[in-house]
């Protein structure tokens, strides 16, 4: 009887383990935007190299987050913003001669619920946390 009950515990062990689930929340705002920049944008994110998901599009001057499911556990994540502008999509980057590169890389260690949350913002580049969005910083006087 232990035995059968011991092969149970580690059945159920195992099959809670092949199918755990990490999440990854990634949010993003931008800040300091310069009047008649307000760019259509949008994330690419990646994990461990790979293309996971892109956001949908929205203006620079609007909030937006994305989620992705993953295995749990540490792992390189990769956040690209790209901006629309005439007509093409490009890494909203300074060598594309935006005033900031929009661009977050680093490792993470993905649970159950995961948070990234980044500011873009034009004055002192980007701000990454894993606390939620408060809006953008207040400027020192």
Known sequence: MKLK????????????????QGKLTVSWLFCNIVEGYDHDTKCEIYIDGNLVTTSTVTKESQKNSVTVTTTPGKHNVKVVN??????????????????????????????????????FDIDSGTISSNKKLKGCPKKKK
Do not use: P, Q, R, V
């Open 5 to 20: 009950s011991l092969a149970l515990i580690i059945a159920l062990f195992s099959t809670t383990t092949l199918f755990a």
């Open 82 to 119: 790209l901006a629309l502008y005439e007509g093409n999509w490009e890494e909203h980057t300074i060598a594309n001669t935006y005033s900031i590169d929009c661009l977050y890389e680093g490792s993470m260690n993905i649970g159950k619920k995961s948070l990234l949350s980044l500011i």
